[in-house]
């Protein structure tokens, strides 16, 4: 009978929240977006990149470590608009069954010139714009991933967004002031 109270507490703490909370496993395609990910996410996401700083991600070759690393992946953010050309090969060779997210999806897209041909340009973040989506897109997928953790990822995700549109209005106000013969 002085067991039932202790089963009890413990049973209690174990169902607790504190006892429940998941760290999302997160795989980003490149640096930039990996930080994106940090920012929504926080201590509640563990991310690892792929083509690190310095590298490209246009001439990318994924390895066996980068295989393991998306098998063990909870969600995989992405860039889209082609720029991961080596993407679905790693998916296919790692096994990964979740979700990957495509973070440029609900953007405005420029056409650019390569080669003499018309062309998306895949480096959407580069727009604040743009910028504010992806962290909107990372931010649905971490609480899709983890639903407890919503109103977490909610509260980083809008702190973020409202960063970056700061910092976009600054920038605004400041190439306002430059002449326009400059």
Same mark, same amino acid.
């Given at each position: 009978?002085?067991?039932?109270?202790?089963?009890?507490?413990?049973? @209690?703490?174990?169902?607790?929240?504190?006892?429940?909370?998941?760290?999302?496993?997160?795989?980003?395609?490149?640096?930039?977006?990996?930080? *994106?990910?940090?920012?929504?996410?926080?201590e509640h996401v563990k991310v690892s990149t792929l083509v690190r700083p310095g590298g490209d991600l246009h001439s990318f =070759?994924?390895?066996?470590?980068?295989?393991?690393?998306?098998?063990?992946?909870?969600?995989?953010?992405?860039?889209?608009?082609?720029? =991961?050309?080596?993407?679905?090969?790693?998916?296919?060779?790692?096994? %990964?069954?979740?979700?990957? *997210?495509?973070?440029?999806?609900?953007?405005? +897209?420029? #056409?650019?010139? =390569?080669?003499?041909?018309?062309? +998306?340009?895949?480096?959407?973040w580069n727009s604040m714009k743009n910028g504010v989506q992806y962290a909107t897109n990372v931010m649905n997928a971490l *609480?899709?991933?983890?639903?407890?953790?919503?109103? %977490? /990822?909610? #509260?980083?995700? +809008?702190? %973020?967004?409202?960063?970056? #549109?700061?910092?976009?209005?600054?920038?605004?106000?400041? /190439?306002?002031? @430059?002449?326009? =013969?400059?």
């Amino acid at each position: 009978m002085k067991r039932l109270p202790i089963l009890l507490a413990v049973a @209690v703490l174990l169902s607790s929240p504190l006892a429940m909370a998941k760290t999302v496993n997160a795989v980003a395609s490149f640096s930039i977006l990996s930080d *994106i990910v940090k920012q929504v996410g926080g201590e509640h996401v563990k991310v690892s990149t792929l083509v690190r700083p310095g590298g490209d991600l246009h001439s990318f =070759e994924p390895s066996p470590q980068d295989s393991k690393l998306l098998s063990q992946a909870d969600v995989v953010f992405v860039s889209g608009l082609g720029l =991961e050309g080596w993407l679905d090969r790693l998916v296919s060779a790692s096994g %990964y069954q979740g979700r990957v *997210i495509i973070a440029s999806q609900g953007t405005d +897209t420029r #056409q650019m010139e =390569e080669n003499g041909k018309k062309m +998306t340009d895949p480096h959407a973040w580069n727009s604040m714009k743009n910028g504010v989506q992806y962290a909107t897109n990372v931010m649905n997928a971490l *609480i899709a991933a983890d639903p407890q953790d919503a109103n %977490y /990822f909610r #509260q980083r995700g +809008t702190e %973020y967004i409202q960063q970056l #549109q700061k910092l976009d209005l600054w920038a605004k106000t400041q /190439f306002a002031a @430059v002449p326009p =013969e400059k």
